[in-house]
């Protein structure tokens, strides 16, 4: 599963405070590992650094299996499309992102 948290704090561990990241800090430091790889072959446009926060959150959560399925792809996009909608997580998530990639 995943935890919800309301801002980020930038004296802590990056993955700390943010709205999508695995419980564990052994998944987190996967997570962010991941993410810091993947981030730069993305660009710059917000609908895919944030599906790919989800994706990532989601598959080092076990959620998400080896082959995506309908249902799967629906999920992933219903939670991204969430996050773009709210301003506040939208920010959160980008402002995230762009830390990992300094």
């Known amino acids: 599963m995943t935890k919800f948290a309301s801002n980020l704090n930038p004296d802590k561990d990056p993955a700390d405070g943010l709205f999508i990241v695995p419980k564990s800090r052994k998944k987190q430091a ?56 709210q301003p506040i997580k939208k920010k959160e998530a980008l402002k995230f992102a762009d830390r990992l990639l300094e």
Request: hydrophobic letters at 50%.
């Open 30 to 85: 996967q997570f962010v590992n991941i993410l810091k790889t993947v981030l730069p072959y993305i660009g710059s446009d917000e609908a895919k650094v944030i599906l790919a926060e989800v994706m990532i959150a989601l598959k080092v959560e076990g959620v998400i299996g080896q082959e995506m399925t309908p249902k799967t792809k629906k999920m992933v996009n219903v939670i991204s499309e969430s996050i773009l909608a």
